[in-house]
């Protein structure tokens, strides 16, 4: 991780809430992220298929680049490169009835945030190539690459590539000119900040039987 970021990490403490409970823990890597959705996911596309196929240019084996389109400066590598053209964006919101997570319990009381909300990315994947055979052959392998694994890492976590048709009414003429493939994946965001709660005190009710004196509250 950054130096900054691993700096500021001074202490990590795994205990039980309860002291009489004795426990071992096995901790894998720790990722410490910032959801970033669009932008993580640009660049788990890119790592996906970026120089990942080869193909035949003048009797020479060439590693295929890929690139993200930017239509106000757009990308001139030389072909054959792999084309990926965000689509659409879609909020999704959060899930009905979800409640605030909590991340961290301690003694005093617990960290909570809440619930993340999902986001719907859309992408065309193109491959352009002065040679049809070369954009078949990408193509291809493109299509295979996700079939045997459908699934990018996006921000640590691993989220599906599910295909889908292109949307007729919002479909761009210099895209449906073309034959791409197309792509969509469902990534979350931050929807708050992280704050504290302190540990609720608990307490009891209590009333006469015949309910006709005052209720008094006891503290636990």
Partial sequence: MPGALRQAVAVLRLRS??????FRAAMDDLVATRPEPLVDTDAALLGRFDKVFSVVVAGSSTKVPA???VPENPPNPTPP???IIPWKVLPLGR???????????????AFVRPALAAIQLEYAVDVVADERQ????????ILDSVARRPRIVVDNV???????????????????????VFYRVVAVTETGDRRFLDRARPFVLTAPADGRETAETVQV
Avoid: C, M
């Fill in 134 to 141: 070369h954009k078949a052959e990408v193509l291809e392998r």
């Fill in 158 to 180: 691993p989220l599906e590539l599910v295909g889908f048709d292109r949307d007729l009414v919002t479909e761009v003429p210099a895209v449906t000119r073309r034959t791409p």
């Fill in 95 to 109: 899930p009905a009835a979800v409640q605030d997570i909590v991340d961290n319990y301690t003694e005093g009381g």
């Fill in 67 to 69: 690139v993200v389109s």
């Fill in 17 to 22: 809430l309860d002291r009489t409970v004795a």
């Fill in 81 to 83: 490169y792999i084309l």
